[in-house]
């Protein structure tokens, strides 16, 4: 019988690293795919909060985040490069605004209540960093959700939901509670924290490692999965 582990992943649509990471985790679960599955589950985390709702252009509000034109190019090159490693195609120039990701992340939790929610959030990402999607319009929010499976009259009634966004500020204010303050970050089995786009050789190790304390801990009644 295969163990079960849990990761819970809080991750923001404009971090590159998190998209990053999103592929080195999958590539280590798929290493370790004969011994263990797993229950992934994406949270919110907003690295912009204060955004305008209409988003800025991307290239100069990084380059103020950064320190300048110069150091956007270096940082996004050196980015863009490991990404591709990752097989990624990551394409700043194309991608001209920073949006808002609330209301992306709204979605998201829906989806997760459709058993979408790792295509939407994948959606998400490749529309930003490879497509150049403006996602701080509701139309191409809209758009990029229901081509990952979303139902379209769902999803356009989600964005008017006052409650939905306010459950994902509630969600990011968890967050700060347990002291998460950058991301990527997960939770394994809630118990353990890993910080950051760690190397897919790394969350093998962790999944091993964490492996030989379920095994060591027996069987339990478990409420949440119902297993007794």
Not at 147 to 154: K, S, W
Request: net charge negative; charged share 25%.
């Amino acid at each position: 019988m295969k163990k079960k582990i849990k990761i819970d992943v809080i991750s923001d649509v404009v971090c590159p690293w998190c998209y990053i990471g999103k592929r080195r985790l999958e590539k280590a679960m798929a290493d370790v795919s004969a011994d263990y599955e797993f229950d992934v589950v994406y949270h919110p985390f907003e690295l912009n909060p204060g955004m305008s709702t209409s988003g800025s252009n991307q290239q100069e509000y990084l380059s103020e985040k950064f320190g300048g034109l110069e150091r956007y190019h270096q940082i996004t090159a050196h980015t863009t490069k490991i990404a591709a490693q990752e097989g990624l195609p990551f394409d700043f120039e194309k991608q001209k605004v920073s949006p808002n990701t609330r209301k992306a992340h709204a979605l998201i939790q829906l989806a997760r209540e459709q058993g979408l929610q790792l295509k939407v959030t994948e959606a998400f990402f490749k529309a930003y960093f490879s497509d150049g999607i403006d996602l701080s319009k509701d139309e191409q929010l809209i758009n990029v959700a229901v081509q990952a499976g979303l139902d379209r009259f769902a999803a356009e009634a989600h964005l008017k939901d006052d409650m939905a966004l306010m459950q994902v500020a509630l969600a990011e204010q968890e967050a700060g509670k347990i002291g998460i303050s950058g991301v990527p970050f997960y939770i394994i089995n809630s118990k353990y924290g890993v910080s950051g786009a760690q190397a897919s050789e790394t969350f093998v190790q962790s999944f091993r490692e964490i492996g030989k304390e379920i095994a060591a801990d027996g069987e339990v009644c478990d409420v949440e999965d119902k297993n007794c």
